[in-house]
């Protein structure tokens, strides 16, 4: 087991040790570790199974770009599926488990797919299960979901917290290698605000593991310094452990910071993750570069991984990825491998340099490397391969919004576009391969203004590279893609077949799909498909780079959303005095409303039909707070109403409200309400609970863009007043004993008055005597904070009476027995002829919606409009959303005659009423219709009728 | 008639929630203070048309009342001195015919928070950058957090005042709350 951990070096500390377990067996590990070091450092490099052939696999890679080592981290609803081993620091009591193995990562019998490999070639999926049609969601689809795939994600609550937060800086540095330490330095210097932030754990990218000298001392001792002085500038904010994924619009980046992801579980105090939209004035992109493989017959044994990963096992975390190893390479960087590794008194098998035309031709062993195989027929025993097949720039974030990398020859990359200066790229991101001009570039990117600081002396490697992007003598597997399991054979063979630009072969082999999105791969496949074509690489181009980077957690982009908090809750002025009388609320939109107060043993229909008798029996206390509320002010405000509406309120006497009805610009009834006008250029507006929001901005619009020269101001008042329907025949004697003053009459308040009043010695409050549920009614506001009081001051006035709550239920009980519209009738198909409202259109105005409304479609006799309905057979229960049918049709499309938009159950006439759009409605009240109910699938027979069921005469309004 | 005394205390609309006290991490001094400016005079002015100069210089000349930013030409202004209508009935009077004049004291809660991790609390809500060069003290800001509508104003270094609408003051609290976890709050 062990035998791999380095007796010295490194950056993880031997005093503290870690526990950990690895699908179940303890395994131990140092603080700096990360999961995948102290598996290496453990001999364990088996440490999943690929997605299609499930072959053994272990890390490839030291970092972000990692395909293989991916595991399920914690358990519970902190399971988090598709980790990356090379990612997760290790913490004391860590629990990962392997991937997409049964019975065991060691024995995997989805193993036997390899055997089969002829037939799971590229396009396997759309050639083979294409018949019958039938068989791909019942038996298809689930068999190759089980077989291939990642992890499963935890089915319980993740308990941990997510946060949000914006950052604005001047220069915002993406990695903290030696060019954005410089560019940072440089950037912190010029006085800018500076946000430093780099994905691994410490800052100090390839300088934590690569052996550099940087102005006469070491290359870690050089950063540390320069962190240091970050550390200690108030302009320069660290945030290590957090990854810039994406570019967007305005300059503005979005990054995940694992705040807590390194804990096995964080403090409450403390979120998990959080997510920053960072606005940049300018950005550097010093992200490096990512080490390419090298394609070749079994490039995936465990034990085979990119040179820099070997050394950065080595350095940093003192785990010898084995005992004798080969390095092979198609450029001059490698050396470093063979240098580092020897120094730490690792055996050299052997230097494979393809640049001299060796080859690895297979690389021995299943779960282990044991050796590799040679072109000239050569093999050598070794038990790990370091492998390097090129620098890829990390050009990622500088193609989010569209522009392609550069292909450069020199170097067989591609680097970064020009994407102007807001955000630019330095050192080995740029394709700058010498230290000097890593740490020159980045410090001349980084400086905001004055001079460019000088820069530190370095010792230099050169850096020369010969394309290799296949060995074509390979034995056995050669892998492009990882990931996914695309070997060196797909790529021809999607080409073959067709499918050779890059974007289809990339859909029709997988290459560069998945949670690595080809990092390391892509460039080895364009190689691959630019020789099978005989095309130039530029000539095939890249792939789309699109956010995210790498993944992100949906409960990173969530932050505190979630559960309760998903959206914000609005509560009434009268919430308080609703919970008291022990309402049952509903959301509407985000609001909660009062529906109905059941008293013991009543359920809703009990509740809200008691509510409505005894409403319209002695007097009800309804919470209207809701509706929307807009002061109107100023010389032109009746002018603006005047547009606003079909209907004229210009000409509306002071102290007057009215019905109002509104328009959109296409002729379609768009909001409707009341409107007062208290003074002659001021007038409080109401509008649908639902369309409060919609309706102001529809204002502005008319007045900013249609009539700037109107002097009128407006301003959403909804939450200034409570506001409370007092219905019912004692509606007037309740208020009476709480009003100052002048008892409330006809004259003084006859139907329609809106007056400023005073209430219980001296509190402003506004009086409208309008009704919606026919009753003798009034509408009281008074300032909100007040509201609780006074609507118990209400009930205390009313109890002679026999004074109720009613919540909404009882409300929409009433408007329908009274035929009121609302919003089942005003769903934006309907006109205001179709509501029965034709008379309330001016013609002597123009109004918003007066041209459109005049289409022949709008006034067509034949439209559907606004009917009531009733069950021939009382007993009958009508439902919403059932369609009508003449009484001998079929329900058909082309039989359809309309349907039901409210139905309410009436305590008054003991049935169940309902309003319905019936074609030509207005002719045929008397005829009965049959009524189908498609969700229930049942039919019943129904009467049309006035859509005024009960008190066709509205005496009650004035009783 | 009933009492009138017991009508006329404006209770908080944030009572049932913001409770006294120290919360979330404890090392040290909490980061940040939030209290509820309750009650609070509020009052929205909107110059008519032409009236932009007449309605900021009547505005410059208020005492005992503060006019914030709340729009083009358009003005919260904020007392606590003044009684239930007061600082509206005056601003109605001295604003007649340049500008209009409604009261939102009810309609609007002021949240009040300060504190050295003031403005990184504050950042978990708005786009709006909070350095002191672009936001100075005295200026005030429309803003959206935690998907409610917010107007922010700088009223010291590290104190600045919210408010939001009355229906949304508690959601939006909660939110504060939260955000303030990781920093220690004190709720005054």
């Known amino acids: 087991m062990s035998g791999f951990r380095l007796g010295k070096g490194g950056l993880i500390d031997r005093d503290r040790p870690l526990n950990f377990t690895f699908d179940g067996t303890p395994q131990q590990g140092f603080a700096g570790d990360t999961l995948a070091s102290a598996l290496i450092a453990s001999g364990t490099h088996l440490m999943g199974r690929s997605f299609k052939y499930h072959r053994p696999r272990g890390a490839i890679t030291a970092g972000a770009a990692e395909p293989n080592a991916l595991v399920e981290l914690r358990e519970g609803g902190r399971k988090e599926a598709n980790t990356r081993a090379t990612m997760i620091e290790l913490y004391d009591g860590l629990v990962a488990k392997s991937q997409n193995r049964w019975p065991s990562l060691n024995f995997d019998i989805g193993a036997l797919n390899s055997l089969a490999a002829s037939i799971f070639v590229a396009g ?55 060019a954005g330490l410089m560019a940072a330095l440089a950037g912190a210097r010029s006085g800018g605000r500076v946000i430093f932030a780099d994905e691994g754990a410490a800052l100090g990218g390839s300088l934590l593991f690569e052996q550099e000298e940087i102005g006469g001392q070491s290359g870690l001792a050089w950063a540390r310094g320069v962190i240091a002085e970050l550390a200690a500038m108030p302009n320069v904010t660290l945030l290590p452990r957090t990854t810039i994924f994406g570019w967007f619009d305005g300059n503005v980046f979005g990054a995940v910071e694992r705040v807590a992801d390194h804990v096995a579980a ?52 003192a785990a010898a990825a084995g005992s004798s190893i080969a390095v092979f390479a198609n450029n001059s960087s490698a050396m470093r491998t063979v240098r580092d590794m020897q120094a730490h008194g690792v055996n050299i098998a052997a230097v494979i340099d393809a640049r001299e035309g060796e080859r690895i031709v297979n690389v021995k062993g299943g779960k282990r490397v044991t050796g590799i195989e040679l072109a000239d027929h050569g093999s050598i025993p070794c038990d790990a391969v370091a492998m390097s097949g090129g620098w890829s720039p990390v050009v990622n974030l500088m193609c989010h919004r ?38 020159a570039d980045g410090a001349a990117k980084g400086t905001l203004k004055g001079r460019v600081p000088a820069v530190p002396k370095c010792r230099d490697e050169a850096y020369q590279i010969s394309p290799l992007w296949w060995v074509k003598e390979s034995v056995g597997k050669a892998f492009v893609d990882y990931q996914n399991d695309v070997t060196v054979k797909d790529l021809p063979l999607a080409a073959h077949e067709g499918y050779s630009h890059i974007e289809l072969a990339k859909r029709y082999t997988t290459a560069g799909m998945a949670t690595d999105q080809g990092k390391l791969g892509n460039v080895n496949a364009i190689g691959i498909l630019a020789e099978a074509t005989g095309k130039s690489i530029p000539e095939i181009g890249t792939t789309t780079f699109r956010p995210f980077y790498t993944p992100v957690a949906f409960g990173a982009l969530a932050g505190p959303f979630t559960g309760q908090h998903f959206q914000p809750v609005r509560k009434t002025p009268l919430h308080g005095w609703a919970e008291e009388l022990g309402a ?28 409505v008798l005894a409403t ?11 509706l929307g509320k807009i002061d109107v002010q100023g010389k032109d405000a009746g002018r603006l109403l005047d547009i606003l509406y079909c209907n004229t309120f210009s000409t509306l006497a002071t102290g007057k409200a009215r019905y109002g009805l509104m328009l959109r610009e296409d002729g379609i009834v768009f909001d409707d309400g009341t409107t007062s006008r208290l003074a002659d250029d001021h007038f409080v507006m109401t509008t649908t609970t639902a369309n409060a929001a919609r309706v102001m901005s529809h204002m502005e619009f008319v007045h900013q863009a249609l009539f700037p020269e109107l002097d009128v101001t407006y301003t959403s008042v ?42 219980l010695g001296g509190m402003p409050a506004r009086l409208f005597r309008i009704s919606f549920s026919g009753e003798h009614a009034y509408e009281l506001a008074v300032p909100a904070d007040y509201g609780n009081a006074v609507a118990r001051a209400l009930m205390q006035a009313g109890a002679a009476f026999g004074i109720v709550p009613y919540g909404v239920e009882a409300l929409s009980m009433m408007r329908v027995e009274k035929g009121h519209v609302a919003g089942g009738e005003l769903n934006g198909t309907t006109t205001a002829a179709d509501l029965g409202l034709g008379k309330m259109v001016s013609t002597k105005k123009d109004y918003i919606g007066r041209m459109m409304a005049q289409r022949e479609g709008l006034v067509d006799a034949g439209r559907q409009c606004v009917v009531g309905i009733r069950p021939v057979d009382k007993s009958d229960r009508l439902r919403a959303g059932s369609h009508l049918l003449k009484q001998s049709d079929a329900a058909s499309m082309g039989n359809d005659q309309g349907y039901i938009s409210s139905v309410a159950w009436s305590p008054m006439l003991n049935e169940w009423l309902g309003l319905a759009l019936l074609a030509n409605g207005r002719a045929r009240h008397g005829e009965v219709v049959r009524v189908f109910d498609g969700l229930r699938d049942n039919y019943m027979l129904a009467e049309i009728c006035d859509p005024m069921h009960f008190d066709r005469e509205s005496r009650r309004l004035h009783d | 008639m009933t009492k009138a005394a017991a009508v006329f205390t404006r209770p908080s609309p944030l009572a049932a929630v913001a409770r006294a006290g120290r919360f979330g991490a404890d090392r040290g001094a909490p980061g940040v203070l939030l209290s509820v400016v309750h009650p609070l005079s509020l009052v929205t002015v909107i110059a008519r048309s032409g009236k932009s100069k007449a309605t900021s210089e009547v505005l410059a000349g208020l005492r005992n009342a503060t006019a914030m930013w709340s729009g083009p030409d358009q003005y919260y202004v904020k007392s606590s001195s003044h009684g239930e209508g007061a600082l509206f009935a005056e601003l109605r009077k001295k604003l007649a015919g340049i500008a209009s004049v409604i009261d939102q004291s009810h309609g609007r809660v002021t949240i009040r928070i300060s504190g050295e991790k003031a403005v990184a609390v504050l950042a978990k809500g708005t786009p709006v950058d ?19 509508g917010i107007h922010l104003t700088r009223t010291g270094e590290d104190s600045f005042e919210l408010s939001v609408f009355r229906g949304f003051a508690e959601s939006f609290w909660e939110w504060l709350c939260e955000m303030s976890l990781e920093f220690g709050y004190q709720v005054a």
């Open chain 2, 130 to 148: 909070l350095h002191p060069v672009h936001f100075a003290i005295g200026k005030s800001a429309l803003t959206q957090m935690a998907h409610v």
């Open chain 1, 402 to 439: 569209g522009a392609r990398p550069v292909w450069d020859e020199a170097l067989a990359a591609f680097l970064p576009p020009n994407v102007g200066e807001g955000f630019v790229a330095a050192g080995a991101a740029a394709g700058k391969m010498l230290l000097s001009q890593c740490l």
């Open chain 1, 718 to 759: 909804t939450e200034q007043w409570a506001q409370m329907a007092i219905a019912g025949p004692r509606a007037r004697d309740t208020l009476n004993k709480i009003i100052d003053g002048v008892a409330l009459d006809d004259n003084n308040t006859p139907y329609l008055a809106a007056r400023e009043i005073r209430i």
């Open chain 1, 266 to 317: 964080p403090d409450h105090s403390v979120p998990r993750q959080r997510y920053w939209r960072i606005f940049a004035g300018k950005a550097v992109l010093a992200t490096g570069a990512e080490e390419r493989p090298i394609v070749f017959g079994g490039n995936d044994v465990p034990g085979v991984m990119t040179a820099s990963a070997m050394r950065h096992y080595a350095n940093r975390y």
């Open chain 1, 584 to 611: 049952v609320f509903v959301e509407t939109g985000l609001w909660m409303r009062s529906s109905w107060f059941p008293k013991a043993g009543e359920d809703w229909l009990a509740a809200a039909s008691r509510e």
């Open chain 1, 124 to 178: 396997f999926y759309y050639k083979t299960f294409m018949w019958p049609k039938s068989f791909w969601e019942k038996i298809y689809e689930p068999l190759i979901r089980r077989a291939a795939g990642l992890g499963t994600a935890a089915k319980e609550a993740d308990p941990d917290r997510y946060e949000k937060s914006y950052a604005h800086c001047e220069l915002l540095v993406i990695g903290s290698g030696p």
């Open chain 1, 616 to 626: 319209r029996s002695g007097v009800g206390l309804c919470d209207v707070s809701t």
